[in-house]
């Protein structure tokens, strides 16, 4: 789905019939498009963290991921495969359309065989030691989170994007997310965000989120490659992603707070 252009028709008096014309899109209606792309019913995935440190020391991370959609909601799990001391922490998301619910969090932590929700308050929080706050993981911003302002057009990778600012809805949300401000670089052709910007809460540069890898899989434009680095304390994250399978039909007995606990099985 691609609504980028907004298409108007102007009356033309004179002569009496429409003309079509084109106009640019708001902020709002550029960040639904890219929130409704098509990302098929559900996908699986491998995905592997690189945590890089100002000194350029690194850790290395494997997990593997599912999404599932479930109506305009979606259903997130993600499995910590290696390594042996972070084995079996998983995180389930329950990311719901409706904008008056507040999103589900889980997170299962193996060495207290306990699961723990994240609270709304807590969403802001950075997940893992990553660069990616908890809410960040769910990998689109919550819509009504923010107000968007279109700031225009930008080249970004080779990527004609649109810009759009995204300012939090009120100081309370503000201080859940951890930012004041976020620029989105969405590409006109694939409505990904080939980049995000973030503002702290003092209105000082945070962090850069680029896309730097993807391609078509089963005819779905898909990230392979994303980096978030963090410009106050020189840490990185790195993700790759592979062995993406898309419209498996996948099972909803996946996705619950009993599978967190048994952790990841082929």
Known sequence: MNITRTYLAILLLAGGYVMPAWADPTGLEVMQAADAREDGDDLRQT?????????????ERVMV???KDEGKDKKM??????PANIQDTALLTYDYDDPEKDDDQWLYLPALKKVRRIAASDRGDYFMGTDFTFEDMKQSPELTDYHWRLLGSATVAGHDCWKVEGTPASDDIAHELGYSRMIQYVS???????????WDLAGRELKHLKVTAMKK???I??????????????????????????????????FTQRNLKRGYRE
Do not use: C
């Not at 963290?49 to 020391?57: F, M």
């Not at 898909?222 to 790759?240: A, C, D, F, G, Y």
């Open 77 to 82: 799990i993600t499995f910590f495969l290696k």
């Open 217 to 219: 899989i089963q005819d």
């Open 65 to 67: 991921s599912f999404r």
């Open 188 to 198: 006109k052709d694939t409505d990904i965000a080939i980049r995000v910007d973030y």
């Open 47 to 59: 995905m592997r963290q690189t945590l890089i440190d100002r000194n350029g020391n690194t850790r």
């Open 221 to 254: 434009w898909s990230p392979l490659r994303i980096e978030m680095k963090n410009v106050q304390s020189q840490h990185s994250t790195i993700i790759t992603f592979s062995d993406q399978h898309y419209n498996s039909g996948l099972s909803n007995r996946l």
